[in-house]
């Protein structure tokens, strides 16, 4: 079965530091992970993902992510946070069998000035 | 191009009505997926259509939620009767056909929906 964990319900960091917001994950296979955000009131917007190739993958917003097979993660990162970046943040799994994601509980990032 | 739409955004109905939500899916995205997130908890799957044809529906909670999508183009959510319990966001999501190489799928991005948020009182 997969899964995917979020460890921490909530990051706390101030505007222009470098954030990062943690993710693992089990599958069965080739992993396919995807990091989406979630504004407050809104839909699921997508930010990056990770197929094939290079560990560190660039996405939306200044946002990238790297790979990291031996520890199962798949942590989000952002060298420089902006307030308008405080959002909530779910990474999700699929394998090569199935297209349906399995999410995390996600992540809520605070962005403070 | 219009991503994907979902009607209504949101609705607030009594226990044991009816309610039906509308998803228009990306034009030309063959897959079509309904999650749901209630409570605060997590994202959770509930069914995935490709054309016309459930191809999985492991996520359904039971027989008061029934899908359809008709000629393959938008779909819709049925429950009937509503509890309390059914109260979240329900995300329409559509990708493109997959396409293989190599023995592995191409990983297409999921698209979502700004979600029908629904409160049952």
């Known amino acids: 079965a997969q899964s995917v964990a979020q460890p921490e319900d909530q990051v706390n960091v101030a505007e222009g530091n470098p954030l990062t917001v943690k993710c693992t994950y089990s599958v069965s296979g080739n992993p396919y992970l995807f990091w989406y955000v979630q504004y407050p009131n809104r839909g699921l917007q997508f930010l990056l993902k990770y197929i094939t190739g290079d560990n560190l993958v660039k996405g939306s917003y200044g946002f990238e992510a790297e790979f990291n097979k031996s520890q199962t993660s798949f942590h989000l990162k952002k060298p420089s946070a902006l307030v308008s970046d405080s959002a909530l943040y779910f990474c999700a799994v699929r394998n090569t069998g199935f297209q349906k994601l399995v999410f995390g509980t996600g992540t809520r990032l605070l962005v403070s000035p | 191009e219009a991503g994907v739409t979902q009607f209504p955004s949101h609705s607030v109905i009594e226990k044991g009505q009816t309610v039906t939500l509308r998803c228009d899916p990306i034009?030309?995205?063959?897959?079509l997926y309904w999650y749901r997130r209630v409570m605060g908890k997590e994202i959770k799957f509930l069914l995935h259509?490709?054309?016309?044809?459930?191809?999985?529906e492991s996520g359904m909670p039971n027989n008061r939620f029934l899908a359809e999508r008709t000629g393959g183009t938008y779909s819709t959510l049925k429950v009937q009767p509503a509890e309390l319990e059914d109260s979240g966001v329900y995300f329409c999501a559509s990708s493109p056909q997959e396409v293989w190489s190599f023995g592995l799928p191409s990983g297409n991005t999921i698209y979502f929906g700004e979600g029908s948020w629904l409160t049952v009182v």
């Open positions: 034009s030309g995205h063959d897959n």
């Open positions: 259509f490709v054309k016309e044809s459930k191809q999985d």
